[in-house]
C-alpha cells in the first residue's frame, strides 16, 4: 500500500486542541520526501488525527499497542516534535534497545525522518502525524514511557503567546503522569527566557526532581537548528527532570 502525499494536506491544518503550542507550516517536499511518504508510511507511520491515514495499533482499551507497533516489548522514549529527524535517528541509531516515538506536526519534517530511518536502516523509531499532546491523553498509558524529550520546542516569544508554549504546569503534569516512576522528561532550549520558565515549571512538579541547568548530555545530538542559534551567539541550556513518585 502506498499513500500520496496529498493524502495528508487536510491533515496538516486540521486544528487539533483550543491552543496549539506548534505553528501550522506548509513546505514543497521534495522527490525523496515525497517518495518516502507514498512508500515507507505504511510501515513506519501513523496519524494521531486521521484513521484514513493509517490509526496506531491500539489494545482492547484504546491504549497504544507498542508490541504490535515495534514487534517486540521494549522501553519507549516519546520525542515530541521531532522536526527534520535527524536527532531522532541519531539517537535511537545509538540506543537500539529502546524504541522510539517520534511525533511531529510539520510534514516535510516526518517525511525527512522517514528517509533517514530507510537510509540508516532503523527499525526502532516509529513516526506520528499529529499533536503529540493528543496522543498522549488518548492512547498512551500513565507509567509507561522511559522517556519523554522536547528539544527546541515553539518559543512563542510575544507575551500574550506564552500560554501557547509546550512546557508548562498542565502539560508538564500530563507527560509526567506517562512517565515511569525514574522515568525522565529532557527539555532543552535556545530562548532565555524560556529556559527559565522550563526549569521553574520542572521544578514546581512535586513529582519530579531536577539538577537545574545540566551540560548537554553526551546522547543528545547537536541538531542543525541548534548550531544556527550558537552561530547567532544564543546559549542552549538542558533540563532534565526524573519521576520520583
Not at 23 to 34: F, I, K, M, N, V
Not at 166 to 182: D, E, K, T
Not at 206 to 218: E, K, W
Amino acid at each position: 500500500m502506498s499513500l500520496p502525499s496529498d493524502a495528508f494536506r487536510h491533515v496538516a491544518s486540521r486544528p487539533h486542541e483550543p491552543l496549539r503550542t506548534f505553528h501550522p507550516r506548509r513546505a514543497t517536499l521534495g522527490r525523496d520526501r515525497e517518495h518516502a511518504l507514498a512508500h515507507l508510511w505504511p510501515r513506519f507511520g501513523f496519524s494521531v488525527h486521521d484513521d484514513e491515514l493509517g490509526p496506531p495499533p491500539v489494545t482492547a482499551t484504546g491504549a497504544l499497542d507498542t508490541v504490535a507497533l515495534y514487534g517486540r516489548d521494549a522501553p519507549l522514549v516519546l520525542e515530541i516534535g521531532s522536526g527534520m529527524g535527524e536527532t531522532t535517528a541519531a539517537m535511537a541509531a545509538a540506543d537500539p534497545d529502546r524504541d522510539y516515538l517520534a511525533v511531529e506536526a510539520h510534514l516535510p519534517g516526518v517525511a525527512n525522518l522517514l528517509v533517514l530511518l530507510d537510509r540508516d536502516g532503523l527499525t526502532n523509531v516509529r513516526v506520528a502525524h499529529g499533536d503529540a499532546l493528543d496522543l498522549v491523553r488518548r492512547a498512551v498509558p500513565p507509567d509507561t514511557l522511559d522517556a519523554v524529550h522536547v528539544f527546541f520546542p515553539d518559543p512563542w516569544p510575544k507575551a500574550r503567546h506564552h500560554k501557547r508554549r509546550l512546557v508548562q504546569p498542565a502539560h508538564v503534569a500530563l507527560l509526567r503522569s506517562r512517565l515511569r516512576v525514574g522515568g525522565t522528561l529532557h527539555c532543552a532550549t535556545d530562548w532565555a527566557d524560556y529556559a527559565e520558565q522550563m526549569l521553574d515549571v520542572l521544578t514546581a512538579d512535586p513529582a519530579l526532581v531536577t539538577d537545574g541547568f545540566v551540560p548537554r548530555p553526551a546522547h543528545r545530538p547537536v541538531t542543525k537548528f541548534e548550531q544556527r542559534g550558537l552561530h547567532l551567539g544564543h546559549e542552549v541550556r538542558d533540563v532534565v527532570a526524573r519521576r520520583v513518585r
